[in-house]
């Protein structure tokens, strides 16, 4: 779980509401890792320092990883035949 900490740097909120988690100055609060919007927002603003977060990658389970997506006007490649018109031997 990471760890959320608020600090009241003009000293006008000591409590305050988040992304509807409740903080107060100077004391950490656990939340969740999968609540990632939370964690960038509070890791872009000035009064939040986030700790212990460690981002998991996750897979839905239809989406398995592949192959990378090919390319845009790829041109498919065609079988390789022989350069005679003779049938080959059996």
Request: net charge negative; charged share 30%; aromatic share 8%.
């Given at each position: 779980?990471?760890?959320?900490?608020?600090?009241?740097?003009?000293?006008?909120?000591?409590?305050?509401?988040?992304?509807?988690?409740?903080?107060?100055?100077?004391q950490e609060v656990?939340v969740d890792d999968?609540?990632?919007?939370?964690?960038?927002?509070?890791?872009?603003?000035?009064?939040?320092?986030?700790?212990?977060?460690?981002?998991?990658?996750?897979?839905?389970?239809?989406?398995?990883?592949?192959?990378?997506?090919?390319?845009?006007?790829?041109?498919?490649?065609?079988?390789?035949?022989?350069?005679?018109?003779?049938e080959p031997a059996?």
């Amino acid at each position: 779980m990471a760890k959320i900490v608020y600090t009241d740097h003009d000293k006008a909120a000591p409590y305050v509401s988040f992304h509807g988690v409740s903080f107060t100055h100077g004391q950490e609060v656990e939340v969740d890792d999968e609540n990632v919007e939370l964690l960038q927002k509070a890791r872009e603003n000035p009064f939040f320092e986030v700790t212990e977060f460690a981002p998991i990658a996750h897979w839905d389970d239809e989406e398995e990883p592949s192959s990378p997506p090919a390319q845009r006007g790829a041109k498919a490649r065609k079988p390789v035949r022989p350069a005679s018109d003779e049938e080959p031997a059996e």
